[in-house]
């Protein structure tokens, strides 16, 4: 079945240590995207990419950063990580070109210590 | 500026009972409008979508929604709710002018089942 992948599940990191959470998709979907969510509140998208164009957020914190190396993969990097940062990091697909609905991964769990 | 409200923010119901969760939307254009629902620790699972044609849509898992466009609704039903309906729901507009298939999403309506 096509899909979207997140990698891993869950992970914990120290405060200010730099992690890099991982998303692929099989849909060969044009459109990738980063949400994050904190507990009980809706999704807060904070980029995606459009093919290789990259679009940020006017309020997604520079210590948030993203990379598409190609169609199928998209990582997020957080580069000094704070306990504001622990949250559900979401990765989703849309194909572009239809009506826009977007297909959401499982989530990564990111717990700061 | 697009927005969604759903006014509920915890709905009990007991198992067997009707479900309607309310959505309303502003967008200045011809809406897309999507519910999603997402149990404990996971993603974002699409139910159903509206973009035309007949107003009342059918989603999976037995879910259908109306949209009104008098009333900029798009509310969400199921005639009779199981257990594992217990989870977060959130109803999302797009559209054709929105750049990079963006979504706005509600604030989400948890629902909590009873036996």
């Known amino acids: 079945d096509a899909m979207v992948i997140q990698n891993p599940r869950y992970q914990v990191t120290q405060f200010g240590k730099p992690v890099t959470l991982s998303c692929s998709q099989t849909?060969?979907?044009?459109?990738m995207y980063w949400y994050q969510q904190k507990s009980s509140q809706a999704p807060k998208l904070l980029f995606h990419?459009?093919?290789?164009?990259?679009?940020n957020e006017a309020d997604t914190p520079d210590n948030f950063q993203s990379r598409r190396p190609n169609t199928s993969f998209c990582f997020l990097d957080i580069r000094s990580p704070g306990l504001g940062d622990a949250a559900m990091y979401l990765c989703?697909?849309?194909?572009?070109?239809?009506?826009?609905?977007?297909?959401f991964g499982p989530g990564t769990r990111l717990t700061v210590t | 500026a697009q927005s969604v409200t759903q006014p509920d923010i915890h709905i009990t119901v007991s198992e067997g009972a009707s479900l309607e969760l309310r959505c309303n939307y502003s967008y200045g254009a011809t809406p897309y409008l999507f519910w999603y629902v997402q149990s404990p620790g996971q993603g974002l699972q699409l139910l159903l979508k509206?973009?035309?044609?007949?107003?009342l849509v059918q989603g999976i898992k037995g879910f259908e929604a109306e949209f009104k466009r008098s009333q900029s609704s798009f509310n969400l039903r199921k005639p009779s709710v199981h257990w594992s309906d217990a989870a977060e729901y959130f109803c999302a507009v797009g559209g054709p002018q929105a750049a990079g298939n963006k979504l706005t999403f509600g604030g989400g309506t948890r629902v909590l089942v009873k036996p």
């Open positions: 849909l060969n979907h044009n459109v």
């Open positions: 990419y459009y093919d290789k164009d990259f679009n």
């Open positions: 509206y973009f035309s044609g007949d107003t």
């Open positions: 989703a697909t849309s194909s572009g070109t239809g009506f826009g609905e977007q297909y």
